[in-house]
């Protein structure tokens, strides 16, 4: 089985998913402030947030993720040079955290715009009506309805983010796709290493699916179907 | 800010845009070969027919392109000699041909899933009447089935579309030299990372919202029976 022998680099992989995990757990986090954040601006009453949001989920829908990256990781630190004179280097972590979850930010802005508005009307009038203020709202009304509404696109984004990770090798982030490439560099194997490391993708993806769908199940407890 | 940069990199930019709405074009066609008859296939009731498509729908669609992509270019290698052997090989050495095949292959898989989606949505009773009219087979596919099932999945077939013209950017990594590999090698040569960086950016969101305003015109050609007559 010489096709499947990883001659002892699999522990490498191992680090490398423990990493990708951390870095989508991470930037999914970042995904959902930044959604949240970003369908608040959109569904907002002022016109300026309204166009800054309305840019960003434009702007990132037109963008590729790879052009991005680079320009976060190697155009940012030159821009603040440029303008301040001062030096800075970015972590690749922190970088690629902060493209990913940006990029899925807009992605996800959409999802809670929607979710927000399946909100029956009526709900959010009555609980104006009981008095309750624009915070209060939020907390205990939308938010926990919210939630469930927008399961479904949230657990999208996630499949396609923990995917999109595989792009921060290019920022040499010794995650699973930097460790896949690496070792196939040193065992010269290069069609065992990457297949390998697509498998574990696949696993991902797998094991994200049944989360979701029980979450969905756990979310859904309670309410009627019609 | 250094724009003389930008200025003179523009052409060489330009030619990689080119080469971007290529590797789209032609991925996109060959890629809509191969996802006609795999999503005929994928509805069909025969295991030994959906299961296969299934299969290969579920690896494309279930693992990062960049894997897949890297699997092609470089994995080819460790088959060289078989590969020799066969006289595939010059095609394989070629990042171009890799690129192309790769990305084929990644959108016939979401393709088809989406013309399934289509093909599903079709209501038994217009299957049922053109099979009544005595269409069969392949006469049924060809003038019922298919042209009902390219009108409902446009919507989704555009967002498929945009996210292949995106995700071509990936090629620059084997040296492709589109619009993200000349900004690449211009940048790591003259250090003017966020001007190179930010022209891209912005070439992409031109070449975007272009294909998404064409899209849209094509879909609104195509829904013309669907409008109420004050709105035509």
């Known amino acids: ?226 | 800010m250094d724009i003389s940069i930008i200025q003179d990199s523009i052409p060489r930019l330009l030619h990689g845009a080119v080469t971007t709405v290529e590797l789209t074009a032609v991925s996109l066609a060959f890629g809509l070969c191969l996802a006609v008859p795999f999503a005929i296939m994928r509805t069909h009731r025969n295991p030994l027919l959906w299961m296969p498509v299934y299969a290969f729908n579920f690896y494309f669609r279930g693992t990062p392109l960049l894997v897949q992509v890297f699997l092609v270019y470089y994995g080819s290698g460790q088959f060289q000699i078989f590969l020799t052997q066969v006289g595939l090989w010059t095609f394989f050495q070629q990042a171009t041909f890799c690129a192309v095949l790769t990305l084929t292959l990644n959108t016939a898989a979401y393709t088809c899933e989406i013309l399934r989606g289509g093909i599903e949505a079709i209501s038994f009773g217009e299957i049922e009447a053109a099979r009544a009219c005595g269409m069969s087979g392949l006469l049924l596919y060809r003038r019922i089935i298919l042209p009902k099932a390219f009108r409902l999945a446009w919507p989704a077939y555009t967002n498929e579309v945009v996210f292949l013209l995106q995700a071509t950017s990936l090629v620059s990594i084997i040296t492709v030299m589109d619009i993200t590999g000349v900004a690449r090698m211009v940048a790591s040569r003259s250090f003017a990372f966020y001007e190179l960086y930010i022209t891209a950016a912005i070439l992409y969101l031109i070449l975007v919202y272009g294909v998404l305003s064409f899209f849209r015109k094509v879909e609104y050609r195509l829904s013309g029976h669907l409008r109420h007559p004050s709105l035509r």
């Open chain 1, 1 to 226: 089985m010489t096709l499947f022998n990883l001659k002892g680099y699999g522990w490498m992989l191992w680090e490398g998913v423990q990493l990708t995990v951390l870095v989508g757990v991470v930037s999914m986090a970042v995904a959902i402030l930044l959604g949240l954040v970003g369908a608040w601006g959109k569904l907002s009453g002022s016109q300026v947030a309204r166009a800054i949001a309305g840019t960003y989920t434009t702007m990132i829908r037109g963008i590729p993720e790879l052009v991005m990256i680079l320009l976060i990781y190697y155009g940012v630190p030159t821009l603040i040079q440029d303008i301040f004179d001062v030096n800075i280097d970015f972590n690749p972590f922190i970088a690629g955290v902060a493209t990913i979850g940006f990029i899925y930010g807009a992605f996800s802005t959409e999802v809670f715009r929607g979710s927000y508005l399946a909100v029956s009307r009526g709900q959010i009038e009555a609980a104006k009506a009981t008095g309750m203020n624009r915070n209060l709202l939020f907390r205990r009304i939308l938010l926990p309805q919210m939630w469930r509404f927008a399961l479904p696109g949230l657990g999208n984004v996630w499949m396609v983010l923990i995917k999109a990770t595989a792009l921060v090798s290019v920022i040499q982030l010794p995650e699973l796709m930097r460790n896949a490439d690496i070792a196939s560099r040193a065992t010269r194997l290069p069609f065992t290493c990457y297949f390998a490391a697509s498998l574990i993708y696949l696993l991902l993806t797998v094991v994200s699916m049944s989360l979701q769908q029980r979450a969905e199940v756990w979310a859904n407890r309670g309410i009627r179907r019609t």
